[in-house]
Nanobody, 124 residues
Framework: QVQLVESGGGLVQAGGSLRLSCEVS????????MAWFRQAPGKERDFVAA????????YYGDSVKGRFTISRDNAKNLVALQMNSLKPEDTDVYYC?????????????????WGQGTQVTVSS
């Protein structure tokens, strides 16, 4: 059974930082690209960041470039999202997702495996 379990969400003031973590089990972690998406109620799930298998290549959505950093620890089956300089518009539910070799890395519908989500709220 594949499980992705996010943690680290919460309430933070604008300008602050949060670190999200996602623990993955039930699949061969090194075979999967990992990503973070976010979604507000009634809206589509938006791409935030992704990292390739070995961690050497990363990708970011335009709105988070320079503020967020994605990383993975292949020894611990973990992927993390360090979020700095947070803004109220970063408020969303954040989801961890896993994608195998095929599929567009920035497209939510390509991902077969998802976590349950963690709420991030940034107050102004």
């Amino acid at each position: 059974q594949v499980q992705l379990v996010e943690s680290g969400g919460g309430l933070v003031q604008a300008g602050g930082s949060l670190r999200l973590s996602c623990e993955v089990s039930g699949l061969t972690f090194l075979d999967y690209r990992m990503a973070w998406f976010r979604q507000a109620p009634g809206k589509e799930r938006d791409f935030v960041a992704a990292v390739e298998w070995g961690g050497e290549y990363t990708y970011y959505g335009d709105s988070v470039k320079g503020r967020f950093t994605i990383s993975r620890d292949n020894a611990k089956n973990l992927v993390a999202l360090q979020m700095n300089s947070l803004k109220p518009e970063d408020t969303d539910v954040y989801y961890c997702a896993a994608l195998s070799r095929y599929g567009h890395i920035k497209t939510a519908s390509a991902y077969p495996y998802w976590g349950q989500g963690t709420q991030v709220t940034v107050s102004s």
